[in-house]
């Protein structure tokens, strides 16, 4: 079963029309993706802070079927997929109650950060990964 993350929609996520703004769906999806690690027992301040390995966000893309808004309960469905070597996605979708309300995207590719290049994702992110499906 996928990770899901429980949030309330907040007046600082909507724009000028009263709808949540596109960037900041985004951004609740990153939301997801740390409390997921957090579930993994994985520590997030060294996750982030001064990594020898580091996983940026390489491509992100999302679609919406209905606007939310402030004071909405939402959960989002995080589901990661292996993709290459050093590759994997994760997609999200977000519901209102029962209803889908957007779908999204990440993808992530594995670096020395060191270096900048491309390594092979390490077998405890692979394994890390197989947990959160």
């Known amino acids: 079963m996928s990770f899901t993350y429980n949030r309330t929609i907040r007046f ?5 029309a009263g709808v949540v703004y596109f960037a900041n769906v985004l951004a609740i999806c ?3 993706y740390e409390a997921a690690l957090e579930s993994l027992g994985i520590d997030i ?3 982030f802070t001064n990594p020898s390995t580091a996983f ?5 893309d999302i679609d919406f079927m209905r606007p939310m808004y402030c004071g909405d309960k939402i959960f989002v469905s995080l589901t990661p997929l292996r ?3 050093e590759q994997f996605e994760i997609d999200y979708q977000i519901y209102i109650s029962d209803k889908l309300a957007a ?20 077998a405890e992110i692979v394994k890390c990964l197989e947990r959160l499906r």
């Open 12 to 16: 600082q996520d909507t724009d000028a």
């Open 103 to 122: 779908k999204a995207m990440t993808r992530h590719v594995c670096i020395d950060v060191a270096s900048r290049k491309k390594i092979g994702l390490s």
């Open 30 to 32: 990153h939301e997801a």
């Open 83 to 85: 993709i290459r070597a």
């Open 45 to 47: 301040k060294q996750f």
């Open 56 to 60: 940026p966000i390489i491509h992100a």
